[in-house]
């Protein structure tokens, strides 16, 4: 008896083959579940776990959902926006055009779930100049205008966005400590 396959999709080697991936993703009002509003807050979070780092995250408020992407170790600072630009665009790209999953989860094609952009971005108030650096590297990989417009957060998703930050990094602390 054969086992299912459990191949992983590739993810775009260059920035403009992901751009042109991210481009292609479908784009609806609500998640794939159909639940909840396709609406993602985004921020900039520090680790201080050894190794120490940023990580971009990224957060459904309705579902509070949550994916976290590393973003490259020679950027330690959140409060460089300019040196983060481009690593946050490729970084949020590349979360929607792996479907929100790591590509190497050995898992069957028909169980992975389907990629999706998202249908609006915010970022909280603290990453607005970030926002707008992001959003002009999107345009110029040549990312379409809904795909990369980012609106201002609410100040309940602002709220949430940072709960579920706090409790996620409360669990992740506590699953490496001693």
């Known amino acids: 008896m054969s086992q299912p396959s459990t191949s992983t999709p590739s993810t775009p080697s260059t920035p403009y083959e992901?751009?042109?991936?991210?481009?292609?993703?479908?784009?609806?009002?609500?998640?794939?579940?159909?639940?909840?509003?396709?609406?993602?807050?985004?921020?900039?979070?520090?680790?201080?776990?050894?190794?120490?780092?940023?990580?971009?995250?990224?957060?459904?408020?309705?579902?509070?959902?949550?994916?976290?992407?590393?973003?490259?170790?020679?950027?330690?600072?959140?409060?460089?926006?300019?040196?983060?630009?481009?690593?946050?665009?490729?970084?949020?790209?590349?979360?929607?055009v792996e479907g929100m999953m790591n590509p190497n989860t050995p898992i069957a094609p028909h169980d992975r779930p389907k990629p999706f952009a998202p249908w609006s971005m915010a970022m909280l108030d603290s990453d607005q100049q970030l926002a707008k650096l992001v959003q002009r590297q999107l345009k110029g990989l040549g990312v379409d205008k809904d795909k990369r417009t980012f609106d201002t957060t609410t100040p309940q998703h602002a709220s949430i966005a940072d709960q579920v930050w706090h409790d996620f990094f409360e669990k992740l602390s506590n699953a490496v400590e001693p």
């Open 18 to 96: 992901l751009a042109k991936a991210y481009s292609a993703l479908p784009r609806t009002q609500k998640t794939p579940s159909g639940k909840v509003d396709n609406l993602w807050v985004l921020s900039v979070r520090k680790v201080t776990l050894e190794p120490p780092g940023l990580v971009l995250h990224l957060v459904n408020p309705d579902s509070r959902y949550v994916h976290v992407e590393k973003l490259p170790a020679a950027i330690d600072d959140a409060d460089q926006p300019q040196r983060l630009a481009v690593p946050v665009a490729l970084a949020l790209m590349k979360a929607f």
